[in-house]
């Protein structure tokens, strides 16, 4: 059995307003607050397209590699649904404002790139909840707070082939739309949203039959959708049952797929050209300015710290997952000149403070230059490494200098050889047995020798002195 996949990916984009109103996009508010005339679609009431939405949507297609077109038009997507207040959606669809594309990705099948159908800009329609309610037999409720919220919405080629390639592809967009600031990418606040068209064919060089999975809001619920429907489809092929096109709701908690409509084809939507917009017509100059100001993209980010700096893929896509720090990271090594040692340190130490603080690094009082002169005192034998994850949570909570945390926690490394001798006398006492078997030639133990002169220390002995203190008592 062959799959075949493709996506349709919403993105909300990160405007202050609505796409046609000046209703604001605050998430969270008391519901039908955000509301005005245009998004309710009330009589006479005329949209007012938001440049600034144009601007971002700009900006991310030319990320993805799409040919961004001089003259796009908008058109009326006629549907009936208790949250499209206007009984129809503005969107884009002969004449969208991108075509073509492509994102990469990596997965065990190796790296490769998924190409794009098209991206264009739309609006979002309202949002309906399902409340049970005994006496009433269950009822739902509209909240019309995020009718005509901005969205750009991109439609793959149908170019993977399974859960795992979709999920890939979805983190790597999600990590480009953050980078630029064009979304914040927050699935669980509908900030983007997936549909999914899986089909299963017996022969490779046909494709079967497309059924569509509607609005899956994570990673994970993708992923397992797929799985999901193309066992489903593989099975009823097997059985000799055709696959029927539509429309499917996904259970989070049964992890299965179940009918909700028939599949609508683009004729019942009865598109035609929005009469009360223009024809959006970009300016090639302003285009050109985009262009030259966009950033280095994080793939391309991680290919080079790969390349240039010697860092293990694991520690490049960490780095580069977020850009804010990706640029702490490069400022970071500007002043401490080893990219190896502060990416493990990122990485661990600062990753694993960072979590159990449930912040990020820009919610921090950590600093580049604090970072990097601890990487320093403990390079420099000032402090041990040890004693620097005692010195970091100072860094992070308080902004003091590494020297003052150093200093306010008396943490300076001992390095004077007579201090480390006293302290290798008692460990050498009390550990006989360990002793014995130095002198017998199992020089493994001479580590547990120097981690128990460690503790007695209080970590502030410095490690590479006490090795060779030990090793020339021992052999005295």
């Not at 908008?74 to 959606?89: A, I, M, T």
């Amino acid at each position: 059995m062959t799959t075949t996949i493709g996506l349709e990916i919403h993105v909300q984009l990160a405007t202050r307003t609505k796409m046609f109103c000046g209703c604001s996009t605050t998430f969270g508010d008391e519901p039908n607050t955000h509301v005005c005339p245009v998004c309710l679609g009330l009589p006479g009431a005329l949209p007012t397209l938001n440049a600034e939405a144009v601007h971002l949507a700009i900006t991310l297609a030319m990320a993805l590699g799409c040919e961004v077109h001089e003259v796009s038009e908008f058109s009326r997507k006629n549907y009936f649904y208790p949250d499209l207040p206007k009984s129809y959606q503005i969107t884009q669809f002969d004449r969208p404002i991108a075509t073509v594309g492509s994102v990469p990705i990596v997965t065990e099948r190796g790296a490769r790139s998924i190409r794009l159908t098209r991206a264009h800009i739309e609006e979002d329609a309202g949002k309906s909840m399902h409340v049970a309610d005994i006496t009433l037999g269950g009822e739902t409720l509209v909240d019309f707070n995020r009718c005509g919220m901005p969205l750009i919405e991109i439609v793959t080629e149908p170019d993977m082939q399974s859960g795992d390639e979709a999920y890939e592809f979805l983190r790597n967009l999600r990590r480009l739309v953050r980078w630029l600031g064009v979304s914040s990418g927050d699935m669980e606040k509908g900030a983007m949203r997936c549909d999914v068209n899986v089909s299963v064919s017996p022969d490779p060089a046909l494709r079967g039959t497309k059924v569509e999975i509607k609005n899956l809001n994570s990673f994970r619920s993708v992923k397992r959708a797929i799985d999901y429907e193309e066992q489903r489809q593989a099975q009823c092929l097997g059985g000799g049952t055709s696959i029927v096109s539509e429309t499917r709701h996904f259970d989070e908690v049964q992890g299965t797929t179940t009918v909700m409509r028939s599949k609508e084809a683009s004729n019942d939507y009865r598109y035609f050209p929005e009469p009360d917009l223009p024809l959006l017509q970009l300016d090639s100059t302003e285009l050109e300015s985009l262009r030259a100001q966009m950033p280095e993209l994080p793939w391309e980010m991680q290919s080079r710290f790969e390349r240039d700096l010697g860092l293990s893929p694991y520690d490049a896509a960490l780095l580069t997952e977020e850009r804010s720090t990706a640029e702490f990271f490069q400022q970071t090594i500007a002043l401490y000149n080893n990219p190896k040692k502060a990416a493990s340190y990122m990485g661990t130490e600062v990753a694993r403070l960072l979590n159990e603080r449930g912040k990020t690094l820009s919610e921090t009082q950590l600093t580049p230059a604090a970072l990097a002169g601890l990487l320093t005192m403990v390079e420099n034998n000032t402090i041990s490494n040890t004693a620097s994850k005692d010195v970091l949570p100072l860094l992070v909570d308080t902004g003091v200098t590494p020297a003052e945390a150093v200093k306010n926690l008396g943490l300076e490394q001992v390095s004077d050889a007579s201090a480390i001798k006293d302290y290798a006398c008692e460990v050498i006492a009390e550990n006989a047995t360990q002793v014995e078997q130095f002198k017998s030639g199992k020089e493994a133990v001479l580590g547990f020798l120097v981690g128990q002169l460690m503790k007695k220390s209080k970590g502030k002995a410095n490690p590479k002195l006490a090795g060779e203190v030990l090793r020339t008592l021992l052999k005295s």
